[in-house]
Nanobody, 129 residues
Framework: VQLQASGGGLVQAGGSLRLSCAAS????????IAWFRQAPGKGREGVAC????????FYADSVQGRFTISLDSAKNTVFLQMDSLKPEDTAIYSC???????????????????????WGQGTLVTVSS
């Protein structure tokens, strides 16, 4: 599985950005894709995740109501729409994926980084105050 993240950049506080994660190479029936971020000097944080069926979506409390994750299943591409950005959203954002033959396994997948076998390169998001 290969993941290609894009869409980072510099934006002022209150602005918006949309990140994309294009995935390819899945061999099993179901998958989940998550966005993680890591700010300078901080640990990795799960931001949002979505199942390939679209039936399971989770957000971190810190982004709930401001970020929206969506899936174009025909293209295996996940989008992260980030609105009302804050300086504390500044981080390197990475997408990660896991796949399974079990739908239930995918539906309960959240932000445990160890559960994601495949990782894309990061894209930098900088929010200025």
């Amino acid at each position: 599985v290969q993941l290609q993240a894009s869409g980072g950049g510099l934006v002022q506080a209150g602005g918006s950005l949309r990140l994309s994660c294009a995935a390819s190479g899945f061999t099993k029936d179901y998958y989940a894709i998550a966005w993680f971020r890591q700010a300078p000097g901080k640990g990795r944080e799960g931001v949002a995740c979505i199942s390939s069926s679209g039936g399971s979506i989770f957000y971190a409390d810190s982004v709930q109501g401001r970020f929206t994750i969506s899936l174009d299943s025909a293209k295996n591409t996940v989008f992260l729409q980030m609105d009302s950005l804050k300086p504390e959203d500044t981080a390197i954002y990475s997408c990660a994926a896991t796949e399974s033959s079990s739908l239930m396994t995918i539906l309960v997948m959240t932000f445990e980084a160890d559960h994601y076998a495949y990782w894309g390169q990061g894209t930098l998001v900088t929010v200025s105050s």
